[in-house]
């Protein structure tokens, strides 16, 4: 089943549907394993599972502290693409992998999706890759059928917006503010008519990501957008308060639906 289909079948019952974040490796795998169970049991509908990368130029301090840090303990990708194929086959959920061009291009971009598809990904999300940059990345989405998600940005034009719509599936990244993850958004008139230029540009379902971070956000959200997207705050949460402490945190923001 498409990445589309399984997120409106999900949206049906719910007001609004919830992505999370993860930074694989960090702060190890076993703590991940621990924090996508939390995650599941307690109701989200989506997991992005970010491939660390030296350079993540579309994320705040948190999520480059993340990537730095479990880069440094050794992550590999293969590694990435066996614990995505571990969390695939134990949950009934669509598992995502997260990264940047440079870490598909070395791999190899189709032996890069021929190994997330064996995982069992339905979507990549890939902020550094352009449509016109790489045909054949696209090429094969459509040929292993992995979703390529592309991202709107409140500066892009209505004219970007239904270029990028052409090439996108899955959902689209909706990014709620210019700048990197993990700093507050605000929710004014101006985001709410970014949203409406979001939807009038695709039928697919609008994801809403950065500084989306507590119950009120959601709320914001609801009647706008199909999914909120939850970052840096899990992360910070882990290296806060422990893994234990994400369960009842998105169960918090899940008692909206």
């Not at 990501?209 to 949460?237: C, Q, Y």
Request: with cysteine.
């Amino acid at each position: 089943m498409s990445l589309e289909k399984i997120l409106r079948d999900r949206k049906n019952n719910k007001k609004i549907l919830l992505m999370t974040h993860i930074v694989l490796g960090y702060p190890s795998f076993e703590v991940n394993r621990e924090v996508i169970a939390g995650m599941v049991e307690n109701g989200v509908d989506c997991i992005e599972m970010q491939i660390p990368f030296s350079e993540p130029m579309a994320d705040g301090p948190v999520i480059l502290k993340a990537n730095q840090d479990s880069l440094a303990l050794g992550t590999s990708v293969e590694q990435c693409l066996e614990f995505g194929r571990e969390m695939a086959e134990q949950y009934d959920i669509p598992f995502l992998y997260m990264t940047y061009y440079n870490i598909v291009y070395k791999y190899g971009e189709k032996a890069f999706f021929e190994a997330s598809a064996a995982a069992g990904i339905k979507g990549l999300i890939i902020p550094d890759l352009p449509p016109e940059m790489s045909p054949d990345f696209f090429g094969y989405a459509k040929e292993y059928r992995i979703a390529p998600i592309l991202i709107f940005t409140p500066t892009s034009t209505d004219e970007r917006m239904a270029a990028l719509n052409n090439h996108g599936s899955g959902f689209i990244y909706c990014v709620a503010r210019r700048g990197v993850t993990g700093a507050q958004s605000e929710f004014d008139d101006g985001f709410s008519r970014y949203l409406k230029r979001c939807r009038k540009a695709t039928g697919l379902p609008l994801a809403v990501g950065f500084g989306i971070r507590d119950r009120k956000d959601i709320e914001a959200l609801i009647g706008k957008a199909d999914m909120a997207v939850i970052g840096s705050e899990t992360i910070r949460l882990v290296d806060s308060k422990g893994a234990r402490a994400v369960g009842p945190y998105l169960a918090d923001l899940l008692a909206t639906n």
